[in-house]
C-alpha cells in the first residue's frame, strides 16, 4: 500500500519532530563530555542536559521588577520559529518533512525571527547583562549572515533551485562528484557561520557566566524556570537544524531518496551521525583554542563571506 | 549610528528603496536576456515591497510620532520603558519593526523572500554575462547584510525605546496616545500581518501587472497561499499562510505549557546588577548598543569622542565626568559636501558672466553668432 502524501507528510514531520526534539539536548551533552575529557575532566554524564531541563522547567520562576510582558512570551516564539524551521529542513529522506512549505531563505527568516524576539526580550529587564548580550548577539549575526546566506546560494545555484529538499536530492544524485571546489569553499563558510550562529568558541563560550563575555547566555540572564527552560532547549535545537541544514546542503550522502521504512532508518542514523560529527568538531575548537576578542570577530566572519564569495565565483566565472 | 528615532525612520526609507531597485534591477536583467519569466518575478518583488514598505514605514513613523508626542522626545538615548505606559504603541511599533526587518509570517519576509529569488534567477541564468551573473551573486550576500543589520537597529530602536527603565523624567511621565492614533495603528499593523499571510494571492495579484511589462509565461517559483507540491518546473515555494499558522500553532503550544499553571505563581525580584539596587543608568543605551556594529565597521563609521573629567578640588575623586561622542558621516564629508562646495564655486564663476551691462550681452551674442558661424563653415 502506498501512503497518500498527506500522510506522508504528517508521519515524517512528526518522526522527524520526535527525533530532533529528543536528541537536541543528548547533542549537547556529547560535545560537552568531549570538551570536558580533553580538557582532563570527567564531565557530567549524557542524561545532564535533559536533567537541567527538567530541574528548570519545575522551578519557581522569577520575573524582574522592570520586566513586562515581552521578556513573559518571547520564550516560546524563539522555540516556535525554531520548531518550524526544524521541519522544514531534510534529514533522513532527501525532502523536507514539510514538502513545499518554504525553502533555504524561510530557514534562515525563522532563525532571523527568534533572534530579533530573543535580542528584544533581553533588554526587556532593563539590566547591563542583557543589553550587552544582546548587542552582540546581533552585531554578529550581522557580520554573519552574508557568509550564511551565500554559502547556501552557491548549493542553490548549483541546484537550480533553493529548496533544501531539491538541493539535497541534487546532492545525491551527483554522488562524489558534488565535492569540488566550489561546493568545498561554500561548505567550509557555512561551518565558520555554524561556530558564530551556536555559540562556541572562538564567538562564545558556551559555558561561561563571567559577565563582561557573555553572550547567548547574558540574554538570558534574567530567564528563569520554563522561560529558561524553553530558551535554553531552543539554543540546542538551533544547533541540530543548523547541523541538518549543513548536512542537507553540502553532505547529503545516505538521504533516503525514496519513502520506505529501511531507506529512512538508514538516512536518519546517518543524519543523526553527521550531526555528532559537526558537534565533535565544536567541541574540539571549544577544547583547542581561546574565545577570540570580539573586535577581531569581523576578520574571522569576513573570512566566511569571502570563501563563499570565492567558491560563487569559481562557480559563475570558471563554468 | 542614528538614534533620532524620526532620523533613523528616515534613513530605512534608503535600505528600502534600495531593496525596491534590487528587484528592479534584476527584472531589467533578466528581461533584457530573455529570461521573461524570472523578470516579471523580480518585478513583482519590487512592487509587493513598495507596497509593503509604504504599510510599515507609516505604521513606524506613527509609531515615533506616538512617542514623540508623549514625551517631546526624538533621541533614542533619553527614552526607555514606554512599553509599560504606552502598551499599545509598543505592539505596533514591534510589528512594524519586526516587518521592516523581513521576518516571517510578516509582509517585509515575503517580498523580500521574492527579491532574493529574483537574485538567485539572475545569478543561475546561463545566458546572463558571467560578470553580471556574479554580480548578482554578491547582491544575494549584500542583501542578506542588509536584512540582518535591520535586525540589530529595529531591535535597538524598539527595545530602547519601549523596555527597560525609563532614563528620563519625560519618558517616565508618558501616557498612552489617543485613541485614533491607536487604531491607525492597530489597522496598519494588522495590514502587515494580514499582506504577510495573504502573500500567496497578492504576488499572484501583482504578476498580472508585472504581466504587462513583460511576457510572462508559468511561474517557476511560487508564494503560496498554503503548501504546495513542488511542480517540475518549480523552483522554490513560501507557503506563507502554512507557515504562518504552523508558527502561530507551536508558539501556542509552548505558551500554554508554560503558563498554564506555572502563570498564578511568579515571584517578582530586582534585575541582577551584581547585587546593586538597579538603576536606569544601568542600561545599555542605544549609543552602546550599536557600539559593536560601529567598531565592525570603524573604516567607514569613523568616530570622534571626547571625554572631560573634573576632579573635586585637591583630590582624585572626579566631581563630573563628560562624554560626548559623533560619528562622522563618510559619505557626507567626502562625497557630498565636495559636490556641495564644488558646485557653488562654479556658480560664482557662472556669476560673473551676468555683468548686468547690456553691451556686455550684445557681445556674448555677437560671439555666439561668430563662434557658430566658424564651427558651420
Known sequence: MIPSAAVTTVLLAALQLIVFVLFAPFLTATIRLTKARLQSRRGPGLLQPYRDLAKWWGKLPLESNASGPVARYAPPVVLGAILTAALLVPEATSRAPLLGWGDLLVVVGLFATARFVLALSALDAGGAFGGMGSSRDVAISALAEPGLVLALAGAALAAGSSDLGIISAFGIKQGIGLLGPAHLLAAAAFAIVIVAETGHHPVDNPDTHLELTMIHEGMLIEASGRSLATLVFASELKLVVLAAVFSAAFFPFGGATEIAPGPIALGLLLGLGKMLIVGQGLALLDASIAKARIMTLPDLLGLASLLAIAGLGIQVLLP | ?377
Open chain 2, 1 to 377: 549610528m542614528q538614534h533620532d528615532i524620526k532620523r533613523l525612520l528616515a534613513f530605512h526609507s534608503i535600505e528600502n528603496i534600495g531593496i525596491i531597485l534590487i528587484g528592479l534591477g534584476s527584472a531589467l536583467l533578466l528581461q533584457a536576456h530573455g529570461a521573461t519569466e524570472l523578470a516579471a518575478l523580480a518585478l513583482t518583488a519590487a512592487l509587493f515591497h513598495s507596497i509593503n514598505h509604504a504599510v510599515f514605514k507609516s505604521l513606524l513613523f506613527l509609531g515615533a510620532g506616538a512617542v514623540v508626542r508623549a514625551t517631546g522626545l526624538h533621541d533614542l538615548n533619553h527614552l526607555g520603558g514606554l512599553g509599560r505606559k504606552m502598551p499599545a504603541t509598543m505592539l505596533a511599533f514591534g510589528v512594524g519593526a519586526a516587518a521592516i526587518s523581513g521576518l516571517p509570517p510578516l509582509n517585509g519576509f515575503a517580498s523580500e523572500w521574492l527579491t532574493f529569488q529574483g537574485l538567485f534567477g539572475a545569478a543561475g541564468t546561463a545566458g546572463i554575462e558571467p560578470l553580471a551573473r556574479f554580480a548578482a551573486a554578491l547582491a544575494i550576500g549584500g542583501l542578506a547584510l542588509t536584512t540582518a543589520l535591520a535586525v540589530a537597529c529595529f531591535v535597538k530602536a524598539t527595545g530602547v525605546t519601549f523596555l527597560g527603565l525609563p532614563r528620563t523624567a519625560a519618558a517616565s511621565n508618558a501616557s498612552e496616545t489617543t485613541r485614533p492614533a491607536v487604531v491607525a495603528m492597530s489597522l496598519l499593523a494588522v495590514t502587515c500581518l494580514g499582506l504577510g499571510l495573504a502573500a500567496g494571492p497578492v504576488s499572484s495579484a501583482l504578476r498580472a501587472v508585472a504581466r504587462v511589462a513583460f511576457h510572462d509565461g508559468p511561474p517557476l517559483v511560487t508564494v503560496a497561499a498554503v503548501s504546495a507540491e513542488p511542480q517540475s518546473s518549480n523552483v522554490a515555494i513560501y507557503a506563507a499562510l502554512s507557515v504562518g499558522l504552523l508558527l502561530a500553532a507551536a508558539i501556542g503550544i509552548i505558551a500554554i505549557a508554560s503558563w498554564a499553571r506555572a502563570r498564578a505563581r511568579v515571584r517578582r525580584v530586582d534585575t541582577w546588577t551584581c547585587g546593586i539596587a538597579p538603576k536606569p543608568a544601568f542600561q545599555y543605551t542605544a549609543t552602546s548598543y550599536a557600539k559593536p556594529i560601529r567598531l565592525f565597521f570603524r573604516r567607514i563609521l569613523v568616530a570622534e569622542r571626547e571625554v572631560s573629567v573634573e576632579y573635586h578640588p585637591g583630590t582624585s575623586f572626579p566631581s563630573s565626568v563628560r562624554y560626548r561622542s559623533e560619528i562622522t558621516l563618510l559619505f557626507e564629508e567626502r562625497v557630498l559636501k565636495p559636490a556641495h562646495r564644488l558646485s557653488l564655486r562654479a556658480a560664482n564663476v557662472a556669476r560673473k558672466l551676468q555683468g548686468g551691462a547690456i553691451q556686455l550681452y550684445i557681445a556674448y551674442m555677437v560671439l555666439a553668432v561668430l563662434v557658430l558661424l566658424w564651427w558651420a563653415r
